[in-house]
């Protein structure tokens, strides 16, 4: 089964960045769009944002617009969640994930045909 491989998680202070990457070994996803999620203790799983194929256009939650910032290299059949300013809210684990909606606005994780296995981010105060 195809996986998506997420690293760079850890533990910030808050204020402080993390840079979360995902690999998809043996598999291209340049036509998918690709997507993050998060998922705190106790909560639902929650859209972050995501990024189209070509990465022209990207869309996120309210709740992290200017703060994190996805991006993809279709090359290295990466994406990557520059996180920024992190509080001790975004302390979830992170997903991603790839959609053949290809689109920006897959806002849903049931719009979703592949996922990781998550990292956890923790922020403290």
């Known amino acids: 089964q195809v996986q998506l491989v997420e690293s760079g998680g850890g533990l910030v202070q808050a204020g402080g960045s993390l840079r979360l990457s995902c690999a998809a070994p043996?598999?291209?996803?340049?036509?998918?769009?690709k997507g993050w999620f998060r998922q705190a203790p106790g909560k639902g799983r929650e859209f972050v944002g995501a990024?189209?194929?070509?990465?022209?256009?990207?869309y996120y939650a309210r709740s992290v617009k200017g703060r994190f910032t996805i991006s993809r290299d279709n090359d290295k059949n990466t994406v990557d969640l520059q996180m920024n300013s992190l509080k001790p809210e975004d302390t979830a684990v992170y997903y991603c994930a790839a959609s053949s909606l290809a689109s920006a606005l897959a806002i849903y994780d049931t719009e979703y045909d592949y996922w990781g296995q998550g990292t956890q981010v923790t922020v403290s105060s």
């Open positions: 990024i189209t194929p070509t990465g022209s256009n990207t």
């Open positions: 043996g598999r291209t996803f340049s036509t998918y769009a």
